[in-house]
């Protein structure tokens, strides 16, 4: 049964920083591709940054230079470090995994297979 669950959420001034991780079971972490998307109250869920299994990283433009993506394929666990935090970061953080050869858009939420029930990042303007 694959698993993903996110921690690290929570409430921070703007400016601040927060780091996100998600673990990860029951699949074999270090083939899978592993995003992590956010969703606002109302709104559509966006995606946020993209690691491929190679390693390759993909940001939104909103985030870029602010936020980092990475993994640790022996702890079967992604990262998401955010920086410089604004208030319209505000949302539910969603971690998600793609399965190998699976579909390459990685800005897609249907590319992705598996998904977190997500981590609330509140930050205070």
């Known amino acids: 049964q694959v698993q993903l669950e996110e921690s690290g959420g929570g409430l921070v001034q703007a400016g601040g920083s927060l780091r996100l991780s998600c673990a990860a079971s029951?699949?074999?972490?270090?083939?899978?591709?592993m995003g992590w998307f956010r969703q606002a109250p109302g709104k559509e869920r966006e995606f946020v940054a993209a690691i491929r299994s190679g390693g390759n990283t993909y940001y939104t433009d909103s985030v870029q230079g602010r936020f980092t993506i990475s993994r640790d394929n022996a702890k079967n666990t992604v990262y998401l470090q955010m920086n410089t935090l604004k208030f319209e970061d505000t949302a539910v953080y969603l971690c998600?995994?793609?399965?190998?050869?699976?579909?390459?858009?990685?800005?897609?939420?249907?590319?992705?297979?598996?998904w977190g029930r997500g981590t609330q990042v509140t930050v205070s303007s």
């Open positions: 998600a995994a793609s399965r190998p050869y699976g579909p390459t858009a990685y800005y897609e939420p249907g590319s992705y297979d598996y």
């Open positions: 029951g699949v074999t972490f270090r083939l899978y591709h």
